[in-house]
């Protein structure tokens, strides 16, 4: 296990709970006052096995490199467009100034900002699976939307891309 800095804050007004998050490069365990420094070790030590494991959980594999991400794109096309989406080149491209990602029906390319390289995997799959429609409906009508729809996580994708745009205060649309 990667080795971060913690801090550990005791509260009186904490009793059963032990919580903790990422506060830069240190770990805060937030615990009730009256543990022992056995259970406190236990206790951080837990907290940061379970914060690992989740930011693991989140991350996509094909954030790593244009190769993966051509990957997923595969592995997408096929669950949610029975492999009819099969793009020529997909790569990250430095950050757009009004777009997450785009995508040339003409020579089946995607680009995708790397601004989403730190975003949940779900959110990455949710572009992925806009720019792959594309593939198919160039447009943004009735029957692009209802295979972008085919996607679950769309509207809570979409929603975390408009939060993120706003405090970030990019004025990235999700509607291109």
Same mark, same amino acid.
């Given at each position: 296990?990667?080795?971060?800095?913690?801090?550990?804050?005791?509260?009186?007004?904490? #009793? %059963?709970?032990?919580?903790?998050? /990422?506060?830069? *490069? $240190?770990?805060?365990?937030?615990?009730?006052?009256? +543990? !022992?420094?056995?259970?406190?070790?236990?206790?951080?030590?837990?907290?940061?096995?379970?914060?690992?494991?989740?930011? #693991? %959980?989140?991350?996509?594999?094909? /954030?790593?490199? *244009? $190769?993966?991400?051509?990957?997923?794109?595969?592995? +997408? !096309?096929?669950?949610?467009?029975?492999?009819?989406?099969?793009?020529?080149?997909?790569?990250?491209?430095?950050?757009?100034?009004?777009?997450?990602?785009?995508?040339?029906?003409? *020579?089946?390319?995607?680009?995708?900002?790397?601004?989403?390289?730190?975003?949940?995997?779900?959110?990455?799959?949710?572009?992925?699976?806009?720019?792959?429609?594309?593939?198919?409906?160039?447009?943004?009508?009735?029957?692009?939307?209802?295979?972008?729809?085919?996607?679950?996580?769309?509207?809570?994708?979409?929603?975390?891309?408009?939060?993120?745009?706003?405090?970030?205060?990019?004025?990235?649309?999700?509607?291109?």
């Amino acid at each position: 296990m990667v080795e971060h800095r913690v801090e550990v804050r005791r509260s009186k007004r904490r #009793t %059963r709970t032990v919580t903790a998050y /990422r506060e830069g *490069d $240190t770990v805060i365990v937030l615990i009730p006052a009256r +543990l !022992s420094k056995k259970e406190e070790a236990h206790w951080v030590q837990e907290m940061q096995r379970r914060l690992l494991r989740n930011e #693991t %959980r989140r991350r996509s594999p094909a /954030r790593t490199s *244009d $190769t993966a991400l051509l990957a997923r794109c595969g592995e +997408l !096309s096929q669950r949610y467009f029975e492999g009819r989406c099969d793009p020529e080149a997909v790569r990250w491209v430095p950050p757009m100034r009004t777009r997450w990602a785009s995508c040339t029906p003409a *020579d089946r390319t995607i680009r995708v900002s790397e601004r989403l390289r730190e975003v949940p995997a779900w959110v990455l799959d949710y572009v992925l699976v806009h720019e792959l429609a594309h593939l198919l409906v160039p447009g943004h009508g009735e029957d692009f939307w209802a295979l972008v729809h085919a996607y679950p996580k769309t509207d809570r994708a979409v929603g975390y891309l408009e939060g993120l745009s706003a405090a970030a205060g990019w004025g990235i649309s999700t509607e291109d």
